[in-house]
């Protein structure tokens, strides 16, 4: 029997994790700042990955997988 998954969205199918490397200085802001509003780095990321990709004109549907038949 498997235990029920407590870590969030790691263990939803439909998210993946992405990294990169920056600054020590923006990094301990961001943290802070998302800390202080009490928003995951997650959700924040979430949307400043989303606003960007609409700025650069991407079209972040194309991108969602299609219901298969049996979902449906």
């Known amino acids: 029997m498997h235990a029920k998954n407590e ?4 263990g939803k199918g439909d998210y993946t994790q992405v990294s990169g ?3 020590k200085n923006l990094a301990i802001a961001f943290k802070t700042t998302c800390a202080a509003r009490e928003l ?3 959700e924040a990321l979430e949307n400043l ?6 700025r650069e004109g991407v079209d972040i549907e194309a ?6 038949q049996k979902e449906t």
Not at 49 to 54: A, K, P, S, V
Not at 63 to 68: A, G, I, L, N
């Open 21 to 23: 490397y920056i600054p």
């Open 49 to 54: 990955i989303g606003e960007w990709l609409e």
């Open 63 to 68: 991108f969602t997988p299609k219901q298969s």
């Open 40 to 42: 995951t780095q997650s």
């Open 7 to 10: 870590r969030g969205k790691r």
